[in-house]
C-alpha cells in the first residue's frame, strides 16, 4: 500500500564528533521509509554529515535540510551555539542528542526550538521512531501553512468581487450625476428624472449589499444574536406573501401559498422572514411575465419542516446551477440583466438553513422554471446552543 | 464628421446605467447609437456596414465577451476600430502585458478603464475614427 505513494526524500543532516555515532545512525536511515497516506506521500530520508560545529554550520549554510540531528557536545562549540549561529534557525527541525538528560539543556535547546531529544545511547528503532515524528511534523506544518495561504487566496478574492460590486453602483450614480452636472439633458429638471430614479434604485441595492454583508459576516462569525421561539410558519408567510405582492404585481407574477392551517418550528422569526422573503422574491425576480410562483409548506416524517418555493420563471441552465451558490454570483444572461441583486442572497440562505440543521435543494430546468426545497429543523434552545458553542 | 450622416457606433455594455450614459454622451456628440447588451445580442449585429466603430464591456455572460466581439469584428473588417471598457485590471490584479502589445492578440485598438471620462472615451473614437476616415 506504501509502495503506491509517491516518495518523497527528507534532508538529514546529523552532527556527531563520533564518527561510530554519525554512521549507525546513517545506516539506521538507510532504506528506512514513513508511509503518510494522509499526505499521499511515502518519506525516505538523505543523510549528510557533519563532525563539529564549524562543519555543521558549513553545511547548513550550504543547504538548509529538513531535519538536524545535533550532538550537544560537540568539540568545538555546545549543540545550542550551533542553533544559535545557524543561518535559516526555525527552516529545520531539530532532535537534539545528548548523553545526560539535563533539564538545563533540554530547556535551552528548546528555547532554541529543538523539536525533540533523544539520550545516547539509543537504538536504531528509537530513532526512526523519532525520526519519523519529526517528519509527520514537518508535513503537518507545510499542510496548515498551504492551507492558510489558500484561506489568504479564497479571502482577497472575495475582497476583490466586492470591491467590483461596491463600484458598479458608485460609477453608475458618479456617471448620472455628471450627465446632470453637465446638463446633457438641457435646463428642465424633469428631463433628468430617470436618471434620479435610477441613481436611487442603484444606491438602494448598494445598501442592500452592504446588510446582506454584515448579515453574512455575522453568520459566519457565529456572532449572530439569535432569539429563538415558537414561530407559526404559515403565519409568517402570510406576512411576507403581503409584503412581495407589489413586487409581484409589477411583473404580473400570481403569489399561492399552499400550507396546512398552521406549522410551528422553534426559530428565530427574523431568520424565517428572511428565508421566505428570499425565496419568493426570487422566484418573482427571476420570473416571466405572468408567470406563477408556489409556496408550499408541510411537516415532513420526523418533525423537520419542508419550505418548497417552484415558480415558472427564466430556469437556469446546468452551468448556472452549478455556480448558484457562490458568493456574489448573479446570473447573467438577456433575462436577467435587468434583475437587481447582491449575489449574496443565497449564500446567506444556506449558512441560516444550516442553523437549523437543513439543507438546500435546488431544481431547475431552463426557460421552465425553479424549485427551491428547504428542510428545517427546531433550532436548538439557546441555553444548548450556548453550551454546544 | 465631413458630411450630415451620423456615423453609427456599437455600443455592448450590461450594465443599462452604463448603457444610458454612454448613450446620452455619445448622442450629444452626434453619434448614432446601436446597442446591445449581452455578448449574444451583440453578434447577429456584427454586419459590414451595420456601424464604424464599437465600444465593448470586456465582462459580459462571459468573462472574456468583449474580446470574442472584438475579435469577429476585427475578422469582419480589420478597419473597424473597437475600444475595449473594462475595470479588469484594476480589481483582479490582471494585467495586460504592456511589454507584449496586448492589442496584438486582443485585437482591440483601445483598452479604456471603466471610470472613463467620457471625454477620454470620446476622444479615443475621434482618434480611431479620424485615424480610418479613407474607408469611411
Known amino acids: 500500500m506504501s509502495d503506491q505513494l509517491p516518495v518523497h526524500q527528507l534532508d538529514v543532516l546529523i552532527v556527531d564528533d563520533e564518527a561510530g555515532m554519525r554512521e549507525g545512525a546513517a545506516r539506521s536511515l538507510e532504506g528506512f521509509s514513513v508511509p503518510l497516506p494522509d499526505f499521499n506521500e511515502n518519506v525516505t530520508f538523505a543523510v549528510r554529515r557533519a563532525a563539529t560545529g564549524e562543519e555543521a554550520l558549513a553545511q547548513l549554510k550550504a543547504k538548509s535540510p529538513d531535519i538536524v540531528l545535533l550532538d550537544y557536545k560537540l568539540p568545538d562549540m555546545t549543540g545550542i551555539d550551533v542553533l544559535t549561529a545557524a543561518p535559516g534557525a526555525g527552516d529545520f527541525l531539530t532532535i537534539m542528542i545528548t548523553a545526560f538528560a539535563s533539564l538545563e539543556v533540554a530547556v535551552n535547546a528548546t528555547k532554541r526550538g529543538a523539536f525533540d531529544f533523544l539520550a545516547k545511547p539509543f537504538t536504531p528503532e528509537e530513532l526512526r521512531a523519532t525520526i519519523s515524528k519529526a517528519a509527520r511534523s514537518i508535513y503537518l506544518h507545510r499542510k496548515a501553512r498551504r492551507l492558510e495561504e489558500e484561506k489568504r487566496q479564497v479571502r482577497f478574492e472575495f475582497i476583490s468581487v466586492l470591491a467590483h460590486e461596491l463600484k458598479s453602483p458608485l460609477a453608475a450614480v458618479e456617471g448620472y450625476m455628471h450627465l446632470m452636472k453637465e446638463r446633457m439633458k438641457g435646463p428642465e429638471l424633469a428631463a433628468y428624472d430617470s436618471m434620479v430614479e435610477r441613481s436611487v434604485v442603484r444606491i438602494g441595492g448598494m445598501r442592500k449589499l452592504v446588510m446582506d454583508l454584515l448579515d453574512l459576516t455575522r453568520l459566519e462569525s457565529g456572532k449572530k444574536k439569535r432569539a429563538i421561539e415558537q414561530v407559526d410558519l404559515v403565519k409568517a408567510a402570510g406576512l411576507i406573501l403581503e409584503n412581495v405582492a407589489a413586487l409581484a ?18 426559530a428565530d422569526p427574523g431568520e424565517i422572514d428572511m428565508i ?12 416571466k411575465e405572468g408567470g406563477r410562483a408556489v409556496l408550499e409548506l408541510d411537516r415532513k416524517e420526523g418533525g423537520a419542516v419542508a419550505i418548497r418555493c417552484s415558480d415558472t420563471g427564466i430556469g437556469m441552465t446546468e452551468e448556472e446551477l452549478a455556480k448558484l451558490f457562490g458568493e456574489f454570483v448573479r446570473m447573467k444572461n438577456e433575462h436577467t440583466r435587468n434583475i437587481d441583486g447582491s449575489g449574496l442572497g443565497l449564500s446567506i ?22 424549485t427551491f426545497e428547504l428542510t428545517l429543523k427546531d433550532a436548538p434552545v439557546p441555553a444548548a446552543a450556548e453550551a454546544a458553542h | 464628421m465631413t458630411d450630415k450622416t451620423r456615423i453609427k457606433i456599437l455600443v455592448v455594455e450590461d450594465d443599462p446605467d452604463m448603457m444610458e450614459q454612454m448613450k446620452v454622451y455619445l448622442e450629444s456628440e452626434n453619434f448614432e447609437v446601436v446597442s446591445a447588451s449581452t455578448q449574444k445580442e451583440a453578434e447577429p449585429l456584427i454586419k459590414p456596414g451595420a456601424f464604424s466603430a464599437a465600444v465593448l464591456d470586456l465582462m ?57 471620462r467620457f471625454e477620454q472615451l470620446k476622444a479615443e473614437l475621434k482618434r480611431l475614427l479620424g485615424a480610418g476616415e479613407g474607408h469611411e
Open chain 1, 249 to 266: 404585481a409589477a411583473k404580473k407574477v400570481t403569489l399561492e401559498l399552499k400550507a396546512p392551517p398552521a406549522l410551528v418550528l422553534s
Open chain 1, 276 to 287: 421566505i422573503t428570499n425565496l419568493l422574491t426570487n422566484s418573482v425576480k427571476y420570473n
Open chain 1, 349 to 370: 440562505l444556506k449558512k441560516v438553513v444550516k442553523l437549523y440543521g437543513g439543507d438546500v435543494k435546488v431544481q431547475s430546468k431552463y426557460g421552465e422554471g425553479t
Open chain 2, 60 to 116: 459580459m455572460e462571459n468573462p472574456d465577451s468583449g474580446f470574442v466581439l472584438s475579435h469577429k469584428i476585427k475578422k469582419m473588417d480589420a478597419r473597424i476600430p473597437v475600444v475595449i471598457v473594462t475595470s479588469v485590471t484594476k480589481e483582479t490584479g490582471f494585467y495586460f502585458d504592456k511589454a507584449h502589445d496586448p492589442k496584438a492578440w486582443i485585437k482591440a485598438d483601445a483598452i479604456i478603464h471603466k471610470e472613463l
